[in-house]
């Protein structure tokens, strides 16, 4: 059974692997601009929060969780960072500050969920709504800007080569969980605990510890995600990265992740952010933008998110048949 | 109308008599200049009006190069922006015109995008620090909104004056509360002496609350001949209920108000007369403004004049209303009447 588990998952790959080179084919034909280093940056930093998320998201999601409040907690990290510079904190000790507001968020969510039992879903739904109400009590309408210099160079130049603070962190990021998820005892807890929970708890899995464990660090991902934007942009509303929940999750789905939990890996994830992101740039560079970029893309998401998921139910079914 | 024009030739006249004027510049055309029109976001009526009048300006200057209009959804504004201008800068584009929705949160971008050359022309909205912009064409000021609303009242109350009440958007809507300051100093100018204001209350720009609001301005203040309503939304529900109850004889209404949806209510007299700026025009301008600061006929200076096709002569002067930036002020309004509602309406 896992085996043929195994089969679906690196045909869901195979299948992202050869989605990815036609859509960068396509771009090399149709734009001379596609291939630039500055435009391969560009394709990267214009999501790169986002996809810093997802990373943590698919831990989250194959451990059988959802977490729904991630852009608020970037939202409010960013509030809290800029509210407290505002104030007069030297910004070092501002960023301090947002990223323990991350450990706060985290380690709410993580209670409810890991040791109160309640559902994920309703528990990160509440913090959807309370952290981007402390994001807008403390910055409301007002954008706060005017960091230093040194601030806005990370989020916008090159650290290393053309490569940025929040490249550099993503690779960083997807090496490492990578190895934690595939590699490492914590990462088959979490595959183990998304297969089966009871399972898990009677065989003396510390369930809560793990889940703890990753919704403190999602939080804190979302935290420095929404540090990383707040560089990038040299300016911090209420409303930053209001709805990008959705576009996270469905990254980790079109990645091959069940959102039943259980299954998915890093690399399908990896596949479906490089033809998201490609899918996007060479529509930008085609100027193909607003309501038709969105169709194109909630298209293919909704293909590619029902096909796994009614493939899984009708093996399931299938199964059910069987005994 | 023509008093409008006057003031605008008068402002022009001060804009040339101010020292490094140059001499009105016009544009050259068939030069080839890529230009990217980026609305807030597509789909809404006034947008699409600012893109039919850059693309008559393309038009008449010939340009070569298709005039691209790209947008993010509403819901995707900030960042859609974002990427549409850093996508704009790689292709190295000639000119980009934002009506900018996202604050000084574009401000990266747009730098990074006059670094590579190109003209960073706001209309609408502009960038509020004005980093990373070469000119605002803004579409009226404040001053002369307060003029023409106590013009209008003026005009539809008749010399013998009355008391009217102002029906607005909410209680801290910005603009609202800027213009009808402007227009309460306006009002202080003797030839208004007979014009009295009794009251404001708020629509909240919702037809309902805004329908019912004018309604309670009737009974709350009996004697009223005009609801004076600067925003789009309550002009037209103020209509909608003087005419529902017939009470269009006694109470008129005026304010900013868009002619396609102002028609019926023009013509049947229940508003004689209102005014907005022409979003056709603010596109035509804007792009005149970019192309001729992409092709360099122009420099992004105070001082500087131009003229703008059928539009007439303009002067790049600083900003009045930012700490810093340059702007170019489009005004005059369009008054609309049953003279020419029609006409504006389709």
Not at chain 1, 191 to 201: D, E, M, S, T
Not at chain 1, 293 to 298: A, N, P, R, Y
Not at chain 2, 71 to 85: D, K, L, Y
Request: glycine share 10%.
């Amino acid at each position: 059974m896992i085996a043929a588990a195994f089969a679906r998952l690196r045909g869901w790959e195979g299948l992202l692997l050869a989605l990815l080179v036609v859509i960068v084919v396509v771009n090399m034909a149709h734009s001379p601009y596609y291939l630039g280093v500055g435009n391969i940056i560009n394709l990267f930093q214009l999501e790169i929060e986002k996809i810093i998320v997802a990373l943590m998201m698919t831990l989250i999601i194959i451990n059988g969780e959802i977490d729904l409040s991630v852009a608020s907690v970037m939202g409010m990290s960013a509030c809290v960072m800029a509210w407290s510079f505002r104030a007069g904190v030297p910004l070092p000790w501002a960023m301090l500050a947002a990223m323990a507001s991350g450990v706060a968020a985290g380690l709410i969510n993580g209670f409810w969920i890991a040791y109160v039992g309640l559902p994920s879903l309703a528990v990160t739904l509440a913090g959807l709504i309370g952290y981007r109400g402390v994001a807008r009590i403390l910055v409301q309408d007002r954008a706060i800007g005017d960091y230093p210099g040194w601030f806005n160079a990370l989020g916008q130049q090159g650290l290393v080569g053309p490569l940025t603070l929040s490249i550099i962190i993503f690779l960083a990021m997807f090496a490492v969980l990578g190895l934690v998820l595939h590699g490492a005892a914590l990462g088959r807890l979490v595959y183990v605990i998304g297969n089966n929970l009871q399972a898990a708890r009677y065989s003396g899995v510390r369930v809560r510890r793990v889940k703890m464990t990753l919704f403190v660090a999602s939080a804190v991902v979302a935290a420095l995600a929404g540090l990383l934007y707040a560089a990038r942009l040299g300016s911090v509303r209420g409303d930053m990265a209001q709805g990008f929940e959705l576009d996270i999750i469905t990254i980790v789905l079109l990645g091959g992740v069940s959102i039943f939990g259980g299954s998915g890996n890093l690399l399908g994830v990896g596949l479906s952010i490089l033809v998201i992101l490609n899918l996007r740039n060479g529509m930008g560079l085609a100027d193909i933008t607003g309501n038709t970029q969105t169709s194109v893309i909630g298209a293919l998401l909704i293909l590619s998110v029902l096909a796994p998921n009614i493939a899984q139910a009708i093996h399931i079914r299938w199964k059910g048949r069987e005994t | 109308m023509r008093e409008y024009v006057l003031a605008g030739a008068a402002l022009l006249a001060v804009g040339m008599l101010s020292p490094g004027a140059h001499a009105q510049v016009k544009a050259t055309p068939g030069k080839a200049e890529n230009m990217v029109l980026l609305p807030k976001f597509l789909g809404i009526l006034p947008f699409d009006q600012a893109h039919r009048g850059a693309e008559e300006a393309a038009a008449e200057l010939k340009n070569p190069a298709k005039l691209q209009y790209l947008g993010p959804t509403p819901e995707n504004s900030v960042a859609g922006q974002i990427e549409i201008v850093t996508n704009a800068t790689t292709q190295g584009v000639n000119a980009i015109m934002i009506s900018n929705n996202s604050g000084d949160q574009i401000v990266p971008a747009a730098k990074k995008a006059q670094a590579a050359g190109i003209k960073v022309v706001t209309w609408d909205s502009p960038i509020p620090s004005a980093e990373g912009e070469d000119v605002f064409v803004a579409q009226v000021d404040f001053t002369q909104t307060g003029r023409v609303m106590a013009d209008m009242a003026l005009k539809i109350m008749g010399p013998e004056g009355g008391k009217f009440a102002i029906l607005s958007a909410s209680p801290d809507a910005a603009n609202q509360n800027a213009w009808i300051a402007a227009m309460q100093e306006a009002l202080k100018d003797p030839k208004y002496a007979k014009l009295q204001q009794v009251g404001i209350v708020y629509g909240n720009d919702q037809s309902e609350l805004s329908y019912n609001q004018a309604l309670a301005l009737v009974d709350k203040y009996p004697g009223i001949k005009l609801i004076m309503a600067p925003t789009s939304v309550g002009i037209v529900a103020a209509a909608k209920a003087m005419q529902d109850e017939g009470l269009c004889n006694k109470v008129k209404v005026s304010g900013l108000g868009v002619p396609k949806e102002m028609l019926a209510y023009t013509k049947n007299g229940c508003a004689p007369e209102f005014a907005l700026w022409s979003f056709v025009d603010l596109g035509y301008l804007t792009y005149y403004t970019a192309y001729m600061l992409a092709t360099g006929e122009i420099k992004a200076e105070p001082g500087q004049s131009f003229t703008a096709g059928r539009l007439g002569n303009y002067t790049i002067t600083k900003d009045p209303t930012r700490k810093a930036g340059l702007r170019v002020l489009m005004g005059p309004f369009s008054i609309y009447d049953a003279s020419n509602v029609e006409a504006a309406a389709k």
